[in-house]
């Protein structure tokens, strides 16, 4: 019996092939085993297999992220959005056949127009599909481990170890029921921002008149955007609730973006105090009580900006158009435009450090780095699936999500090179992840705190510092 065609249907690495095992005392007659090879290299010829198979699963956990993240907008997507539908409903079937699933998982027949597939419902399924693919991911390591053991005890060696538990590095402390898109750590040390405690309302710049109730933010507070209309969630760092507010109008003639646009990167300027917010289509630079300030508009997916304020930079990426956009941060007036030549529609995330420009590309399983001054490309880091990127500027280092199989945080210095791995692993454990998103380090540099979207919590790992 061959493995299903449908588990074929996109590229295979290292030219390997599969057999089931139909005579397992177990009854698993769905579990894929490697074939024997009379190489004398068994524990290696095992391995291909796996790392094959497992290379499929990565690329079904990519084509089910690319739904939700269409399902957001179905602004021009709707082509691509139905083949990705099509794809994975296929996919369905064959992984219930190849595991003997009993769950149904969610019911896919019914969408019958792509804009009927909401966010939420897309979710609900990506769920799902994890399930059933973490299930074969250990039915593989089961069988791959079965096969190198089998193989080394007839030649009287010990097995090399081909699975374990992953280290997790435990965090400090989670915050509960907090979704969060993405994050970041704002300094109040002026304290003039001012909310009500116990009240989880707006905030403004004054207590008002009489000042009854309104106390000054702490010294330092987390702004979390959850891909909400316009919400902003404001909490402190022991992740107690301050304030809930929405972008507002203000210094901006053309403040007011699309109706059910969604709020989906933030970032916070050091120098000026000021937030940077984006949806698809606008960017907006706001004070601390999110009043619109200045706006830039006409983009067609921002997944990622970043600012180097010394050199009054200001940096911009779109997937859809695959480019990097330079801005003066002054005056806000385009100064060049990057669209390199191995971008891809997967470009998730842009941060600066030391001069350095640091591009997320998880479709090019990549991380680019390019001269600030010149935009010529630096270097490459190889990374399967980076998703969002930020920088240490006191510790001179990066921090990455990284999504598909792996849900980490890595941690690379500024040449790239992998210096720890903080947590890692697909579940609602702590330290585990069911949906990295973004993250940010406190004001000090001693704590990195990173979004879990799936779970509806942000962890809070300590670095040491």
Avoid at 53 to 70: N, T
Avoid at 262 to 287: A, P, V
Avoid at 294 to 318: K, M, N, Q, T
Avoid at 396 to 412: A, E, P, S
Wanted: proline share 4%; net charge negative.
């Amino acid at each position: 019996m061959a493995l299903l065609p449908d588990l074929r249907s996109g590229p295979l690495l290292d030219g390997e092939e599969f057999q089931i095992d139909s005579d397992s005392e177990n009854g698993d007659a769905d579990i894929p085993t490697p074939c024997a090879t009379p190489t004398g290299e068994e524990g290696e010829a095992a391995a291909e297999p796996r790392r094959g198979l497992l290379g499929r699963i990565a690329f079904l956990e990519a084509e089910a992220e690319k739904l939700i993240e269409h399902s957001r907008g179905c602004r021009g997507h709707a082509d691509e959005m139905q083949s990705l539908l099509a794809r994975l409903h296929d996919q369905k079937a064959a992984l219930q056949r190849l595991l003997g699933a009993g769950d149904a998982g969610p019911e896919l027949d019914s969408w019958e127009e792509p804009c009927d597939l909401t966010e939420h419902t897309a979710r609900a399924y990506l769920q799902w599909l994890r399930r059933l693919l973490h299930d074969l991911s250990q039915a593989v390591d089961q069988a791959a481990s079965g096969a190198v053991l089998a193989s080394a005890s007839a030649a009287g060696a010990t097995a090399p170890r081909l699975s374990g538990r992953r280290r997790r590095d435990a965090p400090s402390r989670i915050f509960p029921n907090l979704e969060a898109l993405d994050i970041a750590a704002v300094d109040n040390g002026s304290g003039d921002v001012f909310h009500q405690p116990g009240e989880a309302g707006d905030l403004r710049d004054s207590p008002g008149e009489g000042g009854t109730g309104w106390e000054p933010l702490p010294r330092q507070a987390l702004y979390c955007v959850v891909g909400d209309a316009r919400r902003v969630t404001v909490v402190g760092l022991g992740g107690q609730l301050l304030a809930r507010t929405r972008l507002r109008g203000g210094g901006c003639d053309e403040q007011e973006a699309e109706a059910g646009s969604n709020l989906e990167r933030i970032n916070y300027l050091r120098c000026s105090g000021r937030l940077l917010l984006s949806d698809n289509q606008s960017l907006y630079i706001c004070d601390r009580c999110c009043r619109v300030l200045r706006c830039l508009h006409g983009f067609s997916w921002v997944v990622g900006h970043c600012v180097d304020e010394p050199a009054d930079r200001l940096y911009i990426v779109d997937r859809v158009n695959e480019f990097l956009s330079v801005y003066g941060l002054a005056r806000l007036g385009e100064l060049d435009r990057l669209a390199h030549r191995d971008f891809t529609d997967g470009i998730s995330s842009v941060t600066a450090l030391a001069r350095t420009l640091f591009v997320a590309d998880r479709g090019a399983n990549a991380i680019f780095a390019f001269e600030t001054e010149s935009l010529q490309l630096a270097f490459r880091v190889p990374l399967r699936s980076p998703l969002f990127i930020t920088s240490d500027w006191r510790g001179g280092c990066l921090y990455v999500t990284v999504g598909g199989r792996d849900n980490t945080v890595r941690m690379l210095d500024g040449q790239g090179q992998l210096r720890r791995s903080l947590s890692g692993g697909r579940g609602s454990q702590p330290g585990q992840f069911g949906s990295p998103g973004g993250l940010t380090v406190s004001l000090d540099g001693t704590e990195l705190f990173v979004c879990d979207l799936d779970n509806r919590r942000v962890q809070v790992f300590g670095l040491g510092g």
